[in-house]
């Protein structure tokens, strides 16, 4: 990725480093890199969506002036969802969607996403085509009066998404009692609505944001208080959103947390039974945990590896057709229904799962068993060039002949720092601290920093 973008869109501490003058740029030179893929005489249209950051309306204004300075017309949806955002692009025909969301990191962080007319995330190229112009001399028209843009609110947006997740489901969710997690974010506003409507019994918590709060101490990342609300109330599952409701990580009656990975293999598994598993195969990324893999080939699935980061997963099941995807962090696609990864959507098709199969949470997700995994993060003078050193090579390669197939490793660059991520997976704990400790040993001693 450039300067600017990252696998992620544009991110940064608000009104440091992301900020109005940078999101004013963004505005006008992505909307008019976009709007030039637009067929048509008619004025493009930019959806533009955020999450209950103090920042969001800050960079929303700035984001939107640059829109407008290139004859852009905006709907506004105010405080919704990532995949919210997505869909109604897709729906209404627009020329592109953006969000302002720093998605599970805390209150001063902040981003913007743009989403393509067909709702998938921008391409690399087109990235880089927005990359070029940033920083560069602006020798883009602007217009005094005729030919700049507008905008207005788009007030039914919200309820148009609610109602698109309801109709993924062929019944609702009566009998199904749930504890629900909104992380103080873009999901606040959403959730009584949806739920209500399925017809399921809910308590909420983490629906209250204030502008500082969101992801503090609730939601995916912090999922403890739901599940002592699960247990407490009895609830047959909690459900725990992100910042900008993209992922979701369940709980279980019992108090267990339910990851992506058992959630994935839960929902390929029904799939399958179904019919409805294309190439009876599941795509996730190399951080799926060793157990998920060994559960999805005893139920006769397959299970392809990709990068880590939802972008990649979701390239490729484009690219061969596959339906359902995702992330151990709680990243799932359903690409039958949407093109994004989508934490409400999520919640529904699980609930329904139970809700079809009769089956508690908990006997669902006990198919998956999970090894113990460990991850080290090793400060490197050289976190590309690691695998290249004949030592570190020697110990990974002698770790591995002694798992025999029964355990895995991953020895990985970090795409933001000069780490080198060193991550484990064996049957016991005392086998994943001594293999990661060996290597981990090795790479201080070749290349460490510290």
């Known amino acids: ?42 004025q493009p249209r930019v959806l533009v969506g955020r999450d209950t950051r103090m920042s969001g309306q800050l960079l929303e204004y700035a984001l939107i002036s640059g829109l407008l300075s290139v004859g852009i017309e905006v709907l506004k949806l105010g405080v919704i969802s990532t995949p919210g955002v997505a869909y109604l692009t897709r729906v209404q025909g627009a020329a592109a969607g953006v969000m302002i969301s720093a998605s599970h990191n805390p209150a001063p962080d902040n981003g913007i996403k743009f989403f393509g007319s067909d709702g998938f995330k921008l391409s690399d190229e087109q990235e880089e085509e927005i990359e070029a112009l940033l920083d560069q001399e602006d020798t883009l028209p602007r217009p005094s009066a005729a030919g700049l843009g507008s905008v207005e609110d788009y007030k039914e947006g919200s309820q148009k998404y609610t109602q698109f997740l309801q109709q993924t489901i062929s019944g609702d969710l009566s009998g199904l009692q749930v504890c629900l997690d909104g992380a103080n974010g873009a999901t606040s506003p959403l959730i009584n609505r949806l739920f209500a409507d399925l017809d399921a019994e809910f308590d909420v918590m983490g629906v209250s ?33 992100d910042g900008d409701g993209d992922r979701i990580i369940a709980v279980d009656e019992l108090g267990n947390i339910v990851d992506g990975d058992k959630i994935m293999y839960i929902c390929g598994k029904h799939l399958k039974d179904k019919g409805h598993l294309k190439k009876d195969t599941i795509v996730s990324t190399v951080m799926s945990n060793l157990g998920f893999h060994k559960a999805v080939e005893a139920a006769g699935m397959k299970a392809l590896k990709t990068q880590v980061g939802d972008r990649y997963v979701v390239e490729e099941m484009r690219k061969n057709d596959y339906n359902l995807g995702g992330e151990q962090s709680g990243h799932m696609v359903f690409l039958d229904f949407h093109t994004t990864g989508d934490g409400l959507l999520s919640a ?32 490197v003078s050289d976190k590309h060039g690691a695998m290249d050193v004949p ?13 025999a197939g029964n355990g895995r490793i991953l020895v990985r660059p970090s795409g933001t720092e000069p780490l080198l991520r060193v991550m484990a997976e064996a049957p016991t704990e005392e086998q994943v601290n001594n293999y990661v400790d060996r290597i981990v040993d090795v790479v201080k001693a070749e290349i460490g920093l510290d």
Not at 367 to 379: A, F, H, W
């Open 391 to 403: 030592a570190i090579k020697k110990v990974i390669e002698e770790v591995e002949a002694e798992m």
């Open 348 to 379: 529904v098709q699980l609930l329904n799962v139970m809700k079809e199969t009769g089956k508690k949470l908990s006997e669902l997700a006990e198919e998956v068993t999970e090894y113990p995994q460990k991850l080290v993060n090793v400060r």
């Open 209 to 241: 944001p204030d502008g500082i709060n969101i992801n503090e101490g609730v939601g995916s990342t912090h999922p403890d208080k739901l599940a002592e609300m699960v247990v407490e109330q009895g609830a047959d599952a909690g459900l725990a959103f």
């Open 1 to 42: 990725m450039g300067k600017y973008f990252g696998t992620d869109g544009v991110r940064g501490v608000a009104n440091s480093e992301l900020t109005p003058e940078l999101a004013f740029k963004l505005g006008r030179f992505g909307g008019y890199v976009l709007s030039q893929h637009t067929e048509g005489d008619e």
